[in-house]
């Protein structure tokens, strides 16, 4: 399965980008359980999924997110600065591991991508407005037959059809996010390890973001009443939600959650031992390296001279 166009606003002024259709586009597609390439996709997935598909899935197999992570996906980078992302599990041969031969074995749960699968979809926002909307696209694989059936229908009807329109709601703010990290970067220079991994926590591994805003390090930053917080933590899709909020607040310092006076400088009062301490460990392991990588270049150095010798001795009588 080709990778789902979920986030793809690239050059849209080149001669390759496909017809843009909207919800009233008519299409002719067709996926059903008696088409000649039933499961096709599903033997090549490559599923990049969103924080809301991760909210679906753990709840359909009952756990916490952090194990539903390390059982059913992969991690991998997003882009060059090394967004985290992760993927479907497949087994060695690209096959979903939820694949059966009756067909997916979590379709009331199956991530965005599987069902836009034949059709691509993207955020777009005009020039000088502040309005995302949703435009789409055929996804025509060589593979998938749905294009060949004469079922008609409109890209909302299809859309509908799918069970997407609570995905494509979910989704929509988190895919903003990633736009605005992708376009603007993050607020200061490159992004550190911790706002990677806060960026982690809030979209995939909302339980442990859940035992972290419920734990004393957050209570000494931010202040939530205690009614809002019972909210967040109660419910996964408030939870992931508030992920996104904090992820603004974090990555693009919009400071959408208040804060405890001066929280930054209490906190670094209080860790100041250990923040001086983990500099002071990575200045002495950059040295180390630094150290190691002189050596390695002296030591090549030396046996780029020794061959030239011996070449010399080669060429010389003493070889004849
Ligand atoms: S999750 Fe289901 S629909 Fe998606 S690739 Fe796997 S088996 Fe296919
Ligand atoms: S029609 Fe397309 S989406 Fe449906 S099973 Fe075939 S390849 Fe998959």
Not at 115 to 139: A, C, H, I, K, P
Not at 151 to 162: A, D, L, N
Not at 246 to 261: A, K, N
């Amino acid at each position: 399965m080709a990778e789902k166009k979920l986030d793809i606003p690239q050059d849209m002024q080149s001669s390759l980008v496909p017809e843009m259709l909207n919800l009233d586009s008519k299409i002719q597609f067709n996926c059903h359980k008696n088409i000649s390439c039933y499961n096709q996709c599903c033997k090549q997935a490559d599923i990049t999924l969103t924080a809301y598909d991760i909210v679906r899935m753990k709840q359909h197999f009952d756990m916490d997110s952090s194990e539903f992570l390390k059982t059913y996906t992969v991690p991998f980078e997003m882009d060059a600065h090394g967004t985290p992302g992760v993927k479907m599990r497949t087994d060695d041969d690209s096959v979903c591991i939820h694949m059966t031969e009756e067909g997916c074995g979590i379709y009331e749960n199956r991530p965005s991508a599987c069902r836009y699968y034949g059709m691509g979809v993207m955020s777009r926002r005009d020039q000088g407005s502040t309005e995302d909307y949703y435009v789409y696209f055929r996804n025509k694989e060589d593979i998938c037959k749905g294009w060949e059936e004469d079922h008609e229908q409109t890209v909302g009807e299809y859309r509908e059809s799918q069970g997407l329109l609570d995905y494509d709601e979910y989704n929509r703010e988190w895919m903003q996010l990633i736009l605005k990290k992708k376009s603007a970067g993050y607020s200061i220079g490159k992004p550190s390890d911790m706002s990677m991994q806060l960026f982690f926590m809030a979209s995939y591994d909302l339980d442990r973001f859940k035992r972290f805003i419920e734990s004393p390090a957050f209570a000494k930053v931010y202040l939530l009443e205690q009614a809002e917080k019972d909210k967040i933590v109660s419910d996964d899709i408030e939870l992931m939600k508030f992920g996104y909020r904090f992820m603004r607040h974090v990555l693009f310092g919009e400071e959408s959650i208040p804060m405890v006076e001066n929280a930054y400088e209490k906190r670094y009062e209080e860790r100041k031992d250990i923040i001086e301490m983990r500099h002071k460990v990575e200045v002495d392991e950059y040295k180390r390296k630094e150290e190691e990588r002189k050596k390695e270049a002296l030591r090549v150095d030396d046996e780029r001279q020794d061959d030239g010798h011996d070449a010399d001795a080669c060429h010389g009588d003493s070889c004849k």
